[in-house]
């Protein structure tokens, strides 16, 4: 079963929008939620978070260009991503926060690949 899915990865100029969506199984609307990233060479990143209360944070390199929002009768968070730089290419991933553990491992979804070009 996939617990994560996320979509609304693509290749995309500098200075153009993406919106990334992570479709959950479940219930995960009491849970922290959060997108993490990973370049390539790179360790994982988390770049955004929401609350429950729909509170949240960011990394301080995304502040003001991503916004992270839920939508719980979809079961789906959202990543929206403005002003893209070629410094946020990345697979994009998102998960709770702590990271989901099913059977004593991290669990990930596929990601979603972003590709910005200058």
């Known amino acids: 079963q996939e617990h994560l899915v996320e979509s609304g990865g693509g290749l995309v100029q500098a200075g153009e929008s993406l919106r990334l969506s992570c479709a959950t199984s479940?219930?995960?609307?009491?849970?922290?939620m959060a997108w993490y990233r990973q370049a390539p060479g790179m360790q994982r990143e988390r770049v955004a978070l929401i609350s429950s209360d729909d509170s949240t944070k960011y990394a301080d390199s995304v502040k003001g260009r991503f916004t992270i929002f839920r939508d719980n009768a979809k079961n789906t968070v959202y990543l929206i991503i403005n002003i893209l730089k070629p410094e946020d290419t990345a697979v994009y991933y998102c998960n709770t926060f702590p990271i989901l553990r099913i059977n004593g491992y991290n669990y990930w979804g596929q990601g979603t690949q972003v590709t910005v070009s200058s």
């Open positions: 479940g219930s995960f609307s009491i849970d922290t």
